[in-house]
């Protein structure tokens, strides 16, 4: 780092220092230090900042803000830290992460809107409304934080029957560059509102989501490991379940292939009196090998926490792609998956997960004003590529390969078989993949023009340190 950078950063810390004195850490305190630069979920992103600090409130968050703004410093906005990307919720010696983990607000009004701190995790807002027999529309995973999810989509267990996490907001308030805290909704900032539905960082920081609310949605859900060997059946069975997806919202599903098993979760937003038809021939595969969790009836915060265990630390790689619904496509990608597998170091793990959305999804989204997201309204899978490997011992150049090649290989083979949607999910998506591009050139323009309205001079283009960025991205 240049002398004149070290110069600069310094100046920054002992300003942010004088304001908010052991909210900021750094390296001089390494214990604290190494904690913070450990926080992430991939080690990829376990790159030391130059400080890290933690507010408490808006009030706080708007002063650091001031701060970084004035010396043009760069910075990260961090929740829980779970989108792998290098610099996406993490940093370098050239900038400092703004960690908002602790706007853990939580008020249930009397319109049954569910107003949260964004920087609650949704096991934290699904316990909280569950004691009052409420649901919101949230993830699979009781660790991950609302921030990046709502801002990127938002993939849930049941997505057909409310929509996405983002369709399922009704307010969000905005702390913009200029140090305004706005509200967008329908009716106040209403292009703001729409463009914050999956156009991620590029506006403002959320300090809180206002959420849809619903009463206790009850979810009969289990998960189950079949042999990788019988894919051709695995494959028939997860298009089989999709197709029965379109005739019923309350069906979730998502197929994972692994090393050695692929595990199947079986979700259903009800408690059904008999094993729901449409698993049929998920329950008739003779290649089960074991039921990890079986059938419960439970809500969406007891399959958070049943699929929300804590991860053993390791490197991750990520990357998407949306296609129709094929079962020779789904075979084709097995087939690239066990191929790509082989070139990998031994300590890496390469899997993909089908993830369905259906119509019903796409038509709740538009139902609620429509998102930014552009979506087709036709059956469609999310495909998702995750590596993982350990710190030390193998090749990261290997296992970023890896996700790249199924994304770009999948995305020539669906496209040969005209099965190609164009959008990309930002929460799946590799830093290198063209998320916002993907939403169409309609929504580029509509996210640009809202940009450049809210955030004149382009703080959150040129001071962000990563993401999916306007500036870049498009
Ligand atoms: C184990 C695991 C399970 C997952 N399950 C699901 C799932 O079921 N469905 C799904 O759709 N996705 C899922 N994801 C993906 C997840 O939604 C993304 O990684 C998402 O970005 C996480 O958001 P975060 O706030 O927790 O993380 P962070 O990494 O802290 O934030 C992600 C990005 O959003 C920005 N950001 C965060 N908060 C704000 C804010 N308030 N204002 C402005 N910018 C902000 C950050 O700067 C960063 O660029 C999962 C990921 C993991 C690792």
Sequence with gaps: M???????????????????????????????????????????????????????????????LEIVKKTETKFTIRTTGHNPNTGFSSADETAIILDIRQLQAKELGSDGVARVGSGNTWGEVYAWLEEQKMSAIGGRDQQVGLGGFLLGGGMGALPNLYGLGADGVRNFEVLLADGRLVNANAKENADLYRALKGGGSNFGIVTRFDLETHPLINVQYTINLYNPEDHVEINKATV??????????????????????????????????????????FYNLKSLMTTVLPSTSGTLLSLAQAMGHKQEAKKRAICTMTTKVSQELYEDVYKLWAEVCKTLPADAVLHYTIQPFGKAGVQAGKDRGDNIMGHESIPQCWWVFTCEWPQEGSDDAAAQKAVATMAESVESLASEKELLLDFKCMSFANAHQKVLR??????????????????PEGVFQKLQHGGFLLRDNI
């Design 2 to 64: 240049a002398s004149s950078t070290t110069a600069v950063i310094t100046a920054v810390i002992d300003q942010l220092k004088t304001v908010f004195s052991s909210k900021v850490v750094t390296p001089d305190v390494e214990s604290e230090y190494q904690a913070a630069v450990a926080v992430p979920w991939s080690q990829t992103c376990w790159t030391p900042a130059a400080g890290y600090v933690y507010l408490d409130n808006v009030q706080e968050l708007t002063e650091a």
């Design 240 to 281: 089989a379940v999709q197709n029965a997806m379109e005739k019923d919202p309350k069906i979730g599903l998502f197929t994972n292939f692994n090393n050695g098993f692929v595990a199947v979760g079986l979700l259903y937003g009800d408690i059904p009196a008999e094993q729901t038809a449409a698993f049929e021939p």
């Design 438 to 455: 993907s939403y169409g050139a309609d929504n580029v323009e509509r996210m640009q023009e809202t940009a450049a309205k809210y955030d």
